[in-house]
């Protein structure tokens, strides 16, 4: 456009959104047709001049999720607004991926889950009968090591219950002393069964924790602070599944991951629909390995996160 027709694309712009005047007003303001007017009200748009945003805690960012999903593939991308404060941001993370859940299509027969904090919080955010006749299967050992409440089992619980389904428990720890133990366990019928049906679950939802000591496998009783330390020299940058993994996704100490039960980061990335929920700036550098290494096939993710994943993209 010319440059006049750069101040009148901002004339337009003030009169359509400030004004809120309608385009054959505008067309007789300016002395212009209404076929004009359109053109100078998308210009603006597309200069830049015009930025509209809808103000809600519910409302998503459209554009970043579009932009995440050609960037890294995804099947989808759910972002919510940055709020004022990360346990906010983390809310509505959770709310939303219930909600993504809840409207999933085709509706899953089947539902594996990892556990913790994220996944503790979406069971509380679904509503009762957000489905029908769900199976819930818990794909990673949880059964605590210290007295503390067991945390997988009433999540997943708690998802069936609401979803009226069923709820099939893996009893087993996270991670065991020894690798021929955790061989031992998952060589058993009922858990090999057990596992074999996570294989097949129609959809996977899971989060991932950041290296540090709030760790829920060091609040769990799994892991020590000192083990944290030893993995982050080793280029942890987070766990998934409670198996760590580097900046590329792969894993930085296998004799640990040998004694990990359950799913394995290779079983998500095969999954046709497996839904990470991830929030906070604690969990930058893990969400990255995630989305790069193709873990997951949906992304639930704060406006921040979002951004960093896209910044550090280097094609």
Same mark, same amino acid.
């Given at each position: 456009?010319?440059?006049?027709?750069?101040?009148?694309?901002?004339?337009?712009?003030?009169?359509?959104?400030?004004?809120?005047?309608? !385009?054959?007003?505008?067309?007789?303001?300016?002395?212009?047709?209404?076929?004009?007017?359109?053109?100078?009200?998308?210009?603006?748009?597309?200069?830049?001049?015009? !930025?509209?945003?809808?103000?809600? @805690?519910?409302?998503?960012?459209?554009?970043?999720?579009?932009?995440?999903?050609?960037?890294? %593939?995804?099947?989808?991308?759910?972002?919510?607004?940055?709020?004022?404060?990360?346990?906010?941001?983390?809310?509505?993370?959770?709310?939303?991926?219930?909600?993504?859940?809840?409207?999933?299509?085709? /509706?899953?027969?089947? &539902?594996?889950?990892?556990?913790?904090?994220?996944? !503790?919080?979406?069971?509380?955010?679904?509503?009762?009968?957000? *489905?029908?006749?769900?199976?819930?299967?818990?794909?990673?050992?949880? =059964?605590?090591?210290?007295?503390?409440? %067991?945390?997988?089992?009433? *999540?997943?619980?708690?998802?069936?219950?609401?979803?009226?389904?069923?709820?099939?428990?893996?009893?087993? @720890?996270?991670?065991?002393?020894?690798?021929?133990?955790?061989?031992?366990?998952?060589? #058993?019928?009922?858990?090999?069964?057990?596992?074999?049906?996570?294989?097949?679950?129609?959809?996977?939802?899971?989060?991932?924790?950041?290296?540090? %000591?709030?760790?829920?496998? =060091?609040?769990?009783?799994? &892991?020590?602070?000192?083990?944290?330390?030893?993995?982050?020299?080793?280029?942890? =940058?987070?766990?998934?599944?409670?198996?760590?993994?580097?900046?590329?996704?792969?894993?930085?100490?296998?004799?640990?991951?040998?004694?990990? &039960?359950?799913?394995?980061?290779?079983?998500?990335?095969?999954?046709?629909?497996?839904?990470?929920?991830?929030?906070?700036?604690?969990?930058?550098? =893990?969400?990255?390995?995630? /989305?790069?290494?193709?873990?997951?096939? /949906?992304?639930? *993710? #704060?406006?921040?996160?979002?951004?960093?994943?896209?910044?550090?993209? *280097? @094609?």
């Amino acid at each position: 456009m010319k440059q006049d027709d750069d101040t009148l694309s901002v004339r337009a712009a003030e009169l359509y959104y400030q004004d809120d005047k309608n !385009q054959a007003e505008i067309a007789s303001i300016l002395g212009i047709n209404r076929w004009k007017v359109g053109r100078l009200l998308s210009y603006a748009k597309d200069r830049g001049y015009v !930025q509209i945003e809808v103000i809600h @805690p519910r409302a998503r960012r459209l554009p970043l999720e579009r932009e995440l999903r050609n960037v890294f %593939g995804l099947r989808d991308a759910i972002v919510v607004p940055q709020a004022a404060s990360e346990r906010e941001s983390f809310q509505r993370t959770t709310v939303a991926a219930a909600e993504y859940l809840a409207t999933l299509r085709p /509706v899953p027969r089947s &539902l594996g889950i990892s556990w913790g904090r994220t996944l !503790q919080q979406i069971a509380a955010d679904l509503p009762d009968g957000w *489905t029908s006749g769900i199976e819930v299967i818990q794909i990673n050992g949880g =059964v605590t090591v210290n007295r503390r409440a %067991g945390m997988a089992s009433s *999540t997943a619980t708690a998802i069936a219950q609401k979803g009226g389904g069923t709820v099939t428990l893996l009893p087993s @720890p996270a991670i065991l002393e020894q690798a021929s133990t955790r061989e031992a366990i998952e060589g #058993d019928r009922a858990v090999a069964s057990i596992l074999e049906a996570a294989r097949e679950a129609s959809a996977y939802v899971f989060s991932a924790g950041a290296v540090g %000591g709030d760790s829920v496998l =060091v609040s769990s009783g799994y &892991l020590d602070p000192a083990d944290i330390t030893r993995l982050s020299e080793l280029g942890a =940058v987070g766990d998934v599944l409670g198996r760590y993994i580097d900046a590329d996704g792969n894993i930085v100490d296998p004799s640990l991951n040998e004694r990990t &039960l359950g799913l394995t980061i290779a079983d998500l990335r095969a999954a046709d629909t497996a839904i990470a929920v991830i929030s906070g700036r604690a969990k930058w550098p =893990v969400c990255r390995a995630v /989305v790069r290494s193709g873990t997951c096939s /949906v992304l639930v *993710t #704060d406006e921040d996160c979002a951004k960093n994943l896209l910044k550090e993209h *280097t @094609p």
